[in-house]
């Protein structure tokens, strides 16, 4: 309750690239990829939605956590997946969660 603080500066920039399915047999369909850091504020607990599509309709989602990225760096992640992706595009977002 109250008014939040306003922030002084941009939001940090989290890109997402190369994300490809891959199926695992414990878990299922994941999509795996690159999340780069291109700020100078590290994420802590940074969680990663994933939604496929195929024929402008939602056919698959999930999400993944990476526990810590440095500013300026990259890491590897994995989005386990519920529903039937293969074949879908695939969107992949990564919303910063450290502001300052």
Do not use: C, H, W, Y
């Not at 306003?6 to 994941?30: F, K």
């Not at 990663?48 to 993944?64: I, T």
């Not at 890491?75 to 300052?100: C, N, W």
């Amino acid at each position: 309750v109250g008014q939040a603080p306003a922030l002084s500066a941009n939001a940090p920039s989290l890109t997402t690239t190369g994300a490809r399915l891959s199926e695992d047999p414990a878990n299922g369909l994941v999509a795996n990829g690159m999340v780069s850091n291109r700020s100078s504020i590290a994420q802590r607990s940074l969680v990663l939605f994933g939604v496929a599509r195929r024929g402008g309709k939602v056919v698959a989602a999930g999400r993944g956590v990476l526990p810590q990225l440095a500013a300026g760096a990259s890491a590897r992640f994995e989005v386990f997946m519920v529903g039937d992706a293969r074949g879908a595009k695939l969107q992949i977002s990564a919303p910063p969660t450290s502001f300052g």
